[in-house]
């Protein structure tokens, strides 16, 4: 079983970051792969491929196949070092597909997740794992170590529409001469902090880069509803209306309105 050793612990909680000794088996790989495609042809005109939410609640029963999202969501080992992070009741409050086209691929801005999730106490950690071959040429993420420390930094506004979010950092806040290139092989992982200032290149090479992300949380946190501001996040899905699935321990926190599967999205991909 994979774990996190101590120096990968501490890693993590200094630099707010770290990539574990886990990767995905290529079987599992290729069915994402197959998955991926599937989504964005089934959901291509609700959403771009560069973000579609919650594939693990598509059915792939008429394809004969379980989810292969929801599979790696339930990953024991997966969970186990999530719990090393965050402690042993996890709730998965939204997964997403990032897929970047080649050369046509957005620009991901400086910002900090925790701009704007909703849990408070604000914490959340995020699985991010990768389904093509992620180089710095196809845009990887980028991470500014030991960002996560000093707190949530002030975001603007952005109208330029060549980026993904429309939230981002000006650059004199932070220093990004640290930056790190998060270049992964399919399959390998990397967990990061909500507080860490990260983003991503422009995809301008001829090779797609596509990754599954998760986003867990502890149950000690409540997934506040009412702090969605749909006025500073724009995006084609509804974070009010998104799903908490339970996939460790109790809701502690006696707050989170825990569902199996969603009527909204039951609803909104039951034709797709």
Same mark, same amino acid.
């Given at each position: 079983?994979?774990?996190?050793?101590?120096?990968?612990?501490k %890693?993590?909680?200094?630099?707010? %970051?770290? &990539?574990? @000794? =886990?990767?995905l088996?290529?079987?599992?790989?290729?069915?994402l792969?197959?998955?991926?495609e599937s989504?964005?042809?089934r959901l291509g005109?609700? &959403?771009k491929?560069?973000?579609?939410?919650?594939?693990?609640?598509? *059915?792939?029963?008429?394809?004969?196949?379980? #989810?292969?999202?929801?599979?790696?969501?339930?990953?024991p080992?997966?969970?186990d070092?999530?719990?090393?992070?965050?402690?042993?009741?996890?709730i998965?409050?939204?997964?997403r597909?990032f897929?970047k086209?080649?050369?046509t691929?957005?620009?991901?801005?400086?910002?900090q @997740?925790?701009?704007?999730?909703? !849990?408070?106490?604000?914490e959340?950690?995020?699985v991010?794992i990768?389904l093509?071959?992620?180089?710095?040429?196809?845009?990887c993420m980028?991470?500014?170590?030991g960002?996560?420390?000093a707190?949530?930094?002030k975001h603007?506004?952005?109208?330029?529409k060549?980026l993904v979010?429309?939230?981002?950092? *000006?650059?004199d806040?932070? *220093?990004e001469?640290?930056?790190? #290139?998060?270049?992964?092989?399919?399959?390998?992982? /990397? !967990?990061?902090?909500?507080?860490?200032?990260?983003?991503?290149?422009? #995809?301008?090479?001829?090779?797609?880069?596509a990754?599954?992300?998760?986003? %867990?949380?502890?149950?000690?946190?409540? %997934?506040?509803?009412?702090?969605?501001?749909?006025d500073?996040?724009?995006?084609?899905?509804?974070?009010?209306?998104?799903?908490? !699935?339970?996939m460790r321990?109790?809701d502690? /926190?006696?707050k989170?309105?825990l569902?199996?599967?969603?009527e =909204?999205?039951?609803?909104?991909y039951?034709?797709?």
């Open positions: 079983m994979t774990q996190l050793d101590q120096d990968q612990l %890693y993590y909680s200094k630099n707010g %970051y770290v &990539f574990p @000794d =886990f990767k088996s290529n079987e599992l790989v290729t069915r792969q197959t998955g991926i989504a964005i042809n005109d609700q &959403f491929p560069e973000d579609i939410p919650n594939p693990h609640f598509l *059915d792939f029963a008429s394809e004969g196949v379980n #989810n292969p999202f929801l599979e790696v969501a339930s990953h080992e997966i969970l070092m999530v719990e090393q992070v965050l402690g042993p009741n996890i998965l409050w939204i997964a597909v897929c086209p080649s050369l691929g957005r620009e991901v801005p400086w910002h @997740d925790g701009e704007y999730w909703p !849990m408070r106490p604000l959340t950690c995020t991010w990768a093509d071959e992620v180089t710095t040429e196809n845009g980028r991470f500014i170590p960002s996560h420390e707190g949530l930094y603007h506004m952005s109208d330029r060549d979010l429309n939230l981002e950092l *000006d650059s806040q932070f *220093d001469s640290g930056a790190v #290139n998060v270049e992964l092989q399919p399959g390998a992982i /990397s !967990m990061h902090h909500v507080k860490i200032i990260h983003g991503s290149h422009a #995809n301008k090479s001829p090779k797609r880069r990754a599954l992300v998760l986003r %867990y949380m502890p149950a000690s946190s409540h %997934y506040d509803r009412s702090l969605v501001n749909h500073r996040f724009k995006s084609p899905f509804n974070l009010t209306e998104q799903p908490l !699935m339970l321990g109790t502690i /926190s006696g989170n309105d569902v199996s599967h969603h =909204f999205w039951k609803e909104r039951s034709e797709v």
